[in-house]
């Protein structure tokens, strides 16, 4: 089993930087990639971001490049996610995940942390 425990959520302005952190723990070697997701009131859960454990490989979805960027320190065992010229419709409750080496399915998931963006 992976734990995962996030910090660093808020309420922040229009244009505002805020950075959320994930720390992992457990059966870490069990992991392919950390994500993060993210659910706004009455929509589904969309993928945001994610970082291979091992290569640092990143990728972004279409609407946060260019504004967030995932990152790990290894040696902290903790995944970034700094979001710079945050929006109102980026509020959302953030979600960090784990991917699964074998299965490549995203089975550990964190309690989430808020994100309000005031306009």
């Known amino acids: 089993q992976v734990q995962l425990v996030e910090f660093g959520g808020g309420l922040v302005q229009a244009g505002d930087s805020l950075r959320l952190s994930c720390v992992p723990s457990g059966r870490t070697f069990s992991i392919y990639a950390m994500a993060w997701f993210r659910q706004a009131p009455g929509k589904e859960r969309e993928w945001v971001a994610a970082?291979?454990?091992?290569?640092?490989?990143?990728y972004y979805t279409n609407s946060v490049k260019g504004r967030f960027t995932i990152s790990s320190d290894n040696a902290k065992n903790t995944v970034y996610l700094q979001m710079n010229s945050l929006k109102p419709e980026d509020t959302a409750v953030y979600y960090c995940?784990?991917?699964?080496?074998?299965?490549?399915?995203?089975?550990?998931w964190g309690q989430g942390t808020q994100v309000t963006v005031s306009s």
């Open positions: 970082i291979t454990w091992s290569g640092g490989h990143t």
């Open positions: 995940a784990g991917q699964l080496k074998d299965s490549m399915t995203y089975a550990y």
